[in-house]
């Protein structure tokens, strides 16, 4: 089977006693991908006519400026914009057209067209498609044929909101019916335990802030803002550095 090959990846996030495994495999494949494209591959012919025809989104090119390499995110940029000013040229040359009675609301814009597809069109989100649905598919493998994943399964921090959706969905025609409704109840259960487990801890951290608790012990709070962006909106946020 296909998704066996990525039972390794799999297994690590798992393994990570994190708040939402999904999360933990995304993260690693998006850096992979922005090492990817930042190494020695913008050079490669191949790679840069597709960079240079699908460009990057908003999340991914800040990432890209953060890695320091920016002689090659600059030559990436400076191909993608030349093809980009060929379309412009082109464009601006666009007559504007009011709307017919029956356009049915349909903008028929080719400016808009071509602007809007661009910001909905990025090189490392490409990359990592096909791997990202692949982990998908190998966690519902492995919790079908491996007894030592459905264990870890089981007692998961449970996922964030975005990956708890996505497991959801794609669980009644990813799994068979002896093994359906025990996953989606696991899921469930342990997405609701896990979920006031972090708001209770954020709820404390809070309070803490309270000068009649000032020398009262953290608890598990410490963190509990971080985690808590994390489980409802996927968020990895690295903790400023203390001056």
Not at 111 to 140: G, K, P
Not at 213 to 235: E, Y
Request: glycine share 4%; with cysteine.
């Amino acid at each position: 089977m296909k998704e066996q090959l990525y039972s390794i990846p799999v297994n690590d996030a798992f393994d990570a006693d994190c708040e939402c495994p999904v999360c933990f495999m995304y993260n690693k494949l998006q850096n992979d991908a922005i090492d990817f494209v930042m190494g020695a591959s913008y050079m490669e012919d191949d790679v840069r006519m597709e960079t240079d025809k699908v460009g990057f989104c908003a999340t991914h090119l800040p990432m890209m400026y953060k890695n320091q390499n920016r002689l090659g995110l600059g030559l990436m940029m400076l191909t993608y914009m030349d093809k980009q000013l060929k379309e412009l040229e082109r464009l601006s040359k666009t007559k504007v057209k009011k709307p017919s009675l029956f356009s049915k609301g349909e903008s028929g814009d080719p400016v808009f067209e071509y602007t809007d597809a661009q910001q909905h069109s990025c090189y490392v989100c490409n990359r990592m498609a096909h791997s990202y649905e692949r982990y998908l598919a190998t966690i519902f493998y492995l919790y079908e044929n491996d007894e030592a994943f459905r264990f870890k399964f089981s007692n998961a921090k449970g996922f964030c909101m975005k990956h708890y959706g996505e497991l959801h969905r794609l669980a009644p025609t990813s799994l068979g019916s002896r093994n359906l409704e025990e996953f989606v109840d696991i899921m469930n259960r342990k997405m609701v335990e896990n979920f006031k487990r972090v708001r209770d801890d954020l709820e404390w951290f809070t309070d803490k802030f309270d000068y009649r608790n000032a020398d009262a012990d953290w608890k598990n709070s410490k963190d509990a803002l971080v985690r808590a962006l994390q489980k409802t909106n996927s968020l990895f946020v690295e903790e400023p550095k203390k001056k």
